[in-house]
Structures are given as structure tokens and as C-alpha cells.
Nanobody
Framework: QVQLVESGGGLVQAGGSLRLSCVAS????????MGWFRQAPGKGRDFVAS????????YYADSVKGRFTISRDNAKNLVYLQMNSLKAEDTAVYYC??????????????WGQGTQVTVSA
């Protein structure tokens, strides 16, 4: 199976930037599409961004469009989420997921453990 590990989270002031990384490992040909989701305390897991295998198709939640950029480096089994102009509302645990490009969490087969992003006002 595929194991995913996120990194790059932390504390940042509003207007700042962070880059999240997710490395995939395991005995598999390819995890296919990759996505980023986030979950605030007491709330559901919401779609943030996704990318197909070749990186030619990218999708973003309206709330992050124009501020976040998803990318991947298949040779290194890495997917990134560059987050700019961060807002307090972006505070959440961010998860990477593999196996789809959809906006629905249940359609993804593999998940990382999450990394905390906290944006202070």
C-alpha cells in the first residue's frame, strides 16, 4: 500500500506563506491523483486542492483559489501545497490524500497523518 507523510506546517501570521509537502512511499506503481484537504476542530474534512498524475489538471476550492498552488514531483513522489496570503480562516490540520482527484474525501484511498497550520491575526 501507499504511505503518505505531510510536513511543513507551523504558525504564521496572516498574510504570510507556508509550503506543505507530502511524500508518498510504498510498493505501488502510482498513487494517481493527489489531493489536499483540511479539517478545523469540530468540523468536517474539506477539499482544498487536487492534481492529476501529469500535473496538467489542477483544482482548487473557491476559498483558496488565487492564493494556494498545488504541484507535484513524481520522480520524488512528492506533492506540494504552496500557501500564500494566509488568513486566519485557513487554520486547520492539513492532510494529503492519494488515489483520486475528486473533491470528496471518501473517494481517496490513502491518507497522511496531517500537519497543523495555524494562522494568527
Amino acid at each position: 500500500q501507499v504511505q503518505l507523510v505531510e510536513s511543513g506546517g507551523g504558525l504564521v501570521q496572516a498574510g504570510g506563506s507556508l509550503r506543505l509537502s507530502c511524500v508518498a512511499s510504498g510498493r505501488t506503481f502510482s498513487p494517481g491523483g493527489m489531493g489536499w484537504f483540511r479539517q478545523a476542530p469540530g468540523k468536517g474534512r474539506d477539499f482544498v486542492a487536487s492534481i492529476n498524475w501529469t500535473g496538467t489538471s489542477k483544482y482548487y476550492a473557491d476559498s483558496v483559489k488565487g492564493r494556494f498552488t498545488i504541484s507535484r514531483d513524481n520522480a520524488k513522489n512528492l506533492v506540494y501545497l504552496q500557501m500564500n496570503s494566509l488568513k486566519a480562516e485557513d487554520t486547520a490540520v492539513y492532510y494529503c490524500a492519494a488515489g483520486n482527484i475528486a473533491t470528496t474525501p471518501r473517494l481517496y484511498e490513502y491518507w497522511g497523518q496531517g500537519t497543523q497550520v495555524t494562522v494568527s491575526a
